[in-house]
């Protein structure tokens, strides 16, 4: 069975940035480049590319502003601006994914979220299995029959694996399509989502085993007690926004084939001029021989 691998691009290159962040700060104090995410990045891609994918896709985030700033201003509002260490940084690990034979993509206007959600979405509609690499919970929705999330959880090497058949003992009993409910209400402090103000994760997980799905909430708002009936009114308008906010858009692929995700040809000579330009030790044992090393893609 042919399978599919996507990365989100910006979860894991932050991941690995401050995994190694005490390399970056050495690398500023001797006026060199700092590659401390980029070696992470290289050695992390070469070794999940030991699993045999057939299409591949690493989603990057365009820029700050996306379509969802246009409909919340305060959208993510909250998250600091990315260190100067890291953005020269950015450039570099797209170059090297590329010469791994990797489709990379960013589209402006559109966040990572939506480009993995539209490739998942492609993926499982061709009955093909999809390995999504992330520590954004968002992605948690996406879980379905082919669509598996491989969500970091501390640094980069605690990764729990969340499939259909173990998404509800993971995830508190809610099936994926009940993650953006689940976020309407508690909301998202990493995205600055306030949901519904006075409603906590014991009473959400209740609710949603009862009804479901926000709307049918405010659809029996009579059978709920006083209190958390007026939280749920004076809250309507947050919860939907934040529902809505929540939701990845899968639908941006639709005419696309899966063919243009294929992998491409590699460039290892190139790859390793650039380790070599950057004095990156460590990734040597991925070039013990060219043509061994080629079988992996």
């Known amino acids: 069975m042919k399978r599919a691998i996507v990365i989100d691009g910006n979860s894991l290159v932050?991941?690995?940035?401050?995994?190694?962040?005490?390399?970056?700060?050495?690398?500023?104090?001797?006026?060199?480049?700092?590659v401390n995410a980029l070696k992470l990045m290289i050695d992390t891609i070469f070794r999940l590319l030991k699993n045999n994918y057939s299409y591949c896709l690493v989603a990057f985030d365009y820029g700050k502003k996306t379509l969802r700033h246009e409909v919340y201003k305060e959208y993510k509002s909250g998250r600091k601006k990315m260190p100067d260490s890291l953005v020269t940084q950015i450039p570099l690990i797209k170059e090297a994914m590329e010469y791994l034979g990797l489709n990379v993509m960013s589209q402006e206007g559109i966040e990572a979220d939506d480009l993995i959600g539209?490739?998942?979405?492609?993926?499982?509609?061709?009955?093909?299995?999809?390995?999504i690499y992330s520590s954004d919970k968002d992605m948690l929705q996406l879980v379905n029959e082919y669509v598996n999330v491989n969500l970091l959880k501390t640094g980069i090497s605690d990764i729990v694996v969340h499939t259909l058949s173990n998404f509800a003992n993971l995830n508190y009993g809610l099936l994926p399509s009940q993650i953006v409910d689940f976020k309407g209400i508690v909301g998202d402090s990493s995205d600055n989502l306030p949901g519904v103000k006075g409603i906590g994760l014991k009473t959400c997980i209740k609710l949603l085993e009862k009804y479901q799905n926000l709307e049918n909430i405010y659809l029996n708002l009579d059978d709920l007690s006083e209190v958390n009936k007026n939280k749920f009114l004076n809250s309507k308008d947050s919860a939907f926004l934040c529902k809505q906010l929540a939701t990845i858009d899968?639908?941006?692929?639709?005419?696309?084939?899966?063919?243009?995700?294929?992998?491409?040809?590699?460039?290892?000579n190139s790859l390793k001029a650039?380790?070599?330009?950057?004095?990156?030790?460590?990734?040597?044992k991925y070039f013990p021989n060219h043509q061994e090393q080629m079988k992996l893609f």
């Open 118 to 131: 539209s490739f998942s979405k492609l993926m499982s509609d061709n009955k093909i299995t999809v390995d």
């Open 250 to 268: 899968s639908t941006l692929f639709n005419e696309k084939s899966i063919e243009e995700f294929k992998f491409k040809t590699t460039d290892l």
């Open 274 to 284: 650039m380790i070599k330009k950057y004095h990156i030790n460590g990734l040597d």
């Open 14 to 34: 932050y991941r690995m940035f401050y995994a190694t962040y005490s390399l970056a700060e050495y690398s500023i104090e001797h006026n060199q480049q700092p």
